[in-house]
């Protein structure tokens, strides 16, 4: 370990998280944007949801860095390359939550909304969606971590990311480099994972301190699928 | 009106209801028997496959489903309430619906909460932080906060413990006294129908109605034995609860004050004596039987004597014939002691006077059924148009 490499290269490590931080959390905010209206969908036609999980879930066996490279010849070597395939497997992990939290919301509170007067859009905007927000957004948590940490593939087809570390440090025989793009990496997943928790909590003051449950089941079952997913 | 569901499941069968304004509708049966189904057509959650449901004379197809809603006040099993609402913004969603400004709707909503009986201080509660009795008052409030003429309330107390189930009874009693709303109410319990009820609707399992009437018709006169045996086996003394002892003779009965002596207790020939004194004059203590006093000594005090105790007392006029059965039961003198509103003893009653005030309030009772079906025939041949329904 040469700590000295570290402050000699900081404006390129800096560049360089930035860039990440910017692949990974565009492409998981992408990914909710497009879950929100499919899980609804889901969530209200049945048989929508099952061929669309298996769809998905092959999407999600796709090695990235394959994805990436299929996606070249439409979009050359460029960040929308990235963000378009880490849109794609964000989407894998946050679609479900969005479902299992439309579905989550307890048929009496549906059917007392509908029966107070709230016409289907209203009920969805103010009532279904603010209680599915616990289990989204644990589903966009491990969409973050999972893109943060995936787009250092990137640096393979050339797209900047803190994978230049590693690469850079394999060729060069240097293993600081390695373990300082390791660190930022980790690091950069830790802060987004936190600045959600901190989105949930002001986003949703009835749930603190009660029902972490109605976030941890789903939650639980995509944390399973997650760490299978290592290229 | 008919409900049939496409798997051809009948779940209302050409079901004819009116429910009077201002009235107590329960629609109660085993489940599956279309009650639910019944309730849920009239804010159109369903909608029937025949027939029409008028409300005020205008039929509710005509209406936004929408907006029928927000006039009809809904109330369901475990509450309902938006868990991520506060109590007094959950209250509010109505009146918020209809455009209120929010700062009212609150206003209205802490109202509502002293209504039904809980401490305005728990508006900015999440309902998740509440009893679920206390969840249930809220899910009241909120169904009257647009001040809706008709309520709906789908098993409202199903969810609670006996206790709480009782207390959120006696007080729908007491608010639909100062409301005065029409009310449909859905339970299984024929217990819950009989008490909150001014009608009673009981169902067969398919949908079709097997009796309708007020809930001391259906005790006293059951139409088969399917009512029968669904309202019970004791529902002679049940129906008593309906009858009031306004009417029931009492006698002055062998009472004497505590200041009194043994001696002149035994000289009556009672084969037991009610002790009374105390907080008021006439305030009874207890009772004491001939058989005790013979081994004391004739100068003792009454009130130095060892008395049994009375159970309970029932207030003339007010408490049911059942009330004081029940008190006649429990008194080891196997008579009842009748007190006026100050708890001070106005005279006892025997079995045998007990036994002439039930006859005579059934006999009144039997012939006021009696005309009120008469009535209904008269007026089903009049083929007139429902009142609410």
Known sequence: MMWSWIPANWSQIWELTRQNAFLGIVSPLIGLVISLPLGVVAARWRWFYPPTLVFINVIYAIPSLALFIALIPAFGLTDTTVVIGLTVFSLCVILPNVVEGLRGVPGPVKQAATAMGYGPLRRLVTVELPLATPVIIAGLRVGVVSSVSLASVGQIIGVSSLGYLFIDGEQRDFPTEIYVGLFCVIVLAVVCDLILVGVRRVLTPWASGRNRAAGERPRWVLTQRAPARVT | ?389
């Open chain 2, 1 to 389: 009106m008919t409900k049939r569901y496409p798997d051809g499941t009948v779940a209302v069968d050409h079901l004819d209801l009116d429910v009077p304004d201002g009235k107590t509708m329960v629609l109660v049966g085993p489940s599956g028997c279309g009650k639910t189904t019944t309730l849920r057509m009239i804010n159109r959650l369903v909608d029937p496959s025949a027939g029409r449901i008028l409300l005020n004379g205008d039929d509710i197809r005509a209406q936004d489903p929408s907006r029928l809603r927000r006039g009809i006040g809904y109330v369901i099993q475990q509450s309902g309430l938006f868990p991520h609402r506060t109590v007094e913004d959950n209250i509010a969603t109505v009146p918020v619906l209809n455009g209120w400004s929010r700062a009212k709707a609150r206003a209205r909503a802490r109202e509502l909460l002293k209504t039904v009986g809980l401490d305005p201080a728990l508006a900015k509660r999440y309902p998740h932080q509440l009893s679920g009795g206390q969840q249930q008052r809220v899910g009241v409030a909120r169904a009257l906060a647009a001040d809706p003429p008709v309520l709906l309330m789908d098993e409202p107390f199903s969810a609670v413990d006996p206790v709480v189930r009782g207390q959120l009874q006696e007080q729908l009693i007491s608010l639909q006294n100062e409301l005065r709303k029409t009310i449909v109410l859905v339970t299984h319990d024929i217990e819950e129908a009989i008490k909150v009820g001014d009608i009673v609707a009981l169902y067969h399992p398919h949908g079709t109605l097997a009796q309708l009437g007020p809930p001391e018709r259906l005790l006293g006169a059951p139409a088969d034995d399917y009512v029968a045996g669904f309202v019970g086996f004791d529902r002679g003394i049940r129906r008593l609860s309906f009858f009031r002892t306004e009417g029931l003779s009492l006698s002055a009965g062998p009472v004497l004050p505590g200041s009194a002596t043994v001696a002149s207790a035994v000289k009556t020939g009672e084969p037991w004596i009610l002790v009374v004194g105390g907080q008021t004059e006439l305030t009874p203590r207890g009772w004491v039987s001939a058989e005790r006093l013979a081994g004391l000594d004739g100068d003792t005090r009454l009130a130095d004597v060892a008395t049994d105790s009375f159970g309970h007392t029932f207030t003339v006029g007010d408490d049911s014939l059942r009330a004081a059965l029940d008190a006649a039961v429990l008194s080891p003198a196997g008579v009842a002691i009748g007190v006026d509103e100050h708890g001070r003893v106005a005279g006892v009653a025997t079995f045998d006077q007990l036994r002439a005030a039930v006859q005579a309030a059934q006999a009144a009772q039997d012939a006021l059924d009696a005309q009120d079906l008469l009535d209904e025939q008269v007026a089903r041949q009049g083929q007139r148009p429902g009142a609410t329904r």
